[in-house]
T-cell receptor, first 114, second 111 residues
């Protein structure tokens, strides 16, 4: 049982380049999330998906797109990377249930945009 | 808009010195309040979920409590391995799948 798997772990991009961050969970969770974490700002929600086929904007969606490919996979795409997108990105999924909700995180992707 | 404020930003304690971390929140109907631990270079690790005022949960040296406006994470007789950043998050009532995080408290336990 791998939990939430993110790839890649590290990435360096030049301004204007594009890339996709991959995330997959094997826990049969309905809801999945993408967060970015910056020093002093905590975890900020980029996009989330409450179920397969649906996606919604979070707090900081500009410059990003997402795809909920199926129940397992939720990808985050940077179409034209900017230095302001240098951050650590976390994917997460939630086991929802009465009095038993837990959000599980991946190990993160450290992205640098030069 | 949901808001979460954690205090203090950083806390240094001697080993064995008990203390509490605070998480104040504003949410339109609380569905759940989450506590996480995060070690450097790693993803947050789940600790507790609290659902209603008066609820308490414990795990080893940690105890989380909840009121209508805030939550406390009490650390009793901490050890150096308890050093980490502790994050608090809230989730609003059904119909809203967002989780809003605070900026965390960086806890250092000195041997």
């Amino acid at each position: 049982n791998a939990g939430v798997t993110q790839t890649p772990k590290f990435q360096v991009l030049k301004t204007g380049q594009s890339m996709t961050l991959q995330c997959a969970q094997d826990m049969n969770h309905n809801s999945m999330y993408w967060y970015r974490q910056d020093p002093g700002m905590g975890l900020r929600l980029i996009y989330y998906s409450a179920s397969e086929g649906t996606t919604d904007k979070g707090e900081v969606p500009n410059g990003y797109n997402v795809s909920r490919l199926n129940k397992r996979e939720f990808s985050l795409r940077l179409e034209s990377a900017a230095p302001s997108q240098t951050s650590v990105y976390f994917c997460a999924s939630i086991k929802a249930g009465f009095s038993s909700e837990k959000l599980f995180f991946g190990s993160g992707t450290q992205l640098s945009v030069l | 808009e949901d808001q979460v404020t954690q205090s203090p930003e950083a806390l240094r304690l001697q080993e064995g010195e008990s203390s509490s971390l605070n998480c104040s929140y504003t949410v339109s109907g609380l569905r759940g309040l989450f506590w996480y631990r995060q070690d450097p270079g790693k993803g947050p690790e789940f600790l507790f979920t609290l659902y209603s005022a008066g609820e308490e949960k414990e795990k080893e040296r940690l105890k989380a409590t909840l009121t209508k406006k805030e939550s406390f994470l009490h650390i009793t007789a901490p050890k150096p391995e308890d050093s980490a950043t502790y994050l608090c998050a809230v989730r609003a009532n059904f119909g809203n799948e967002k989780l809003t995080f605070g900026t965390g408290t960086r806890l250092t336990i000195i041997p």
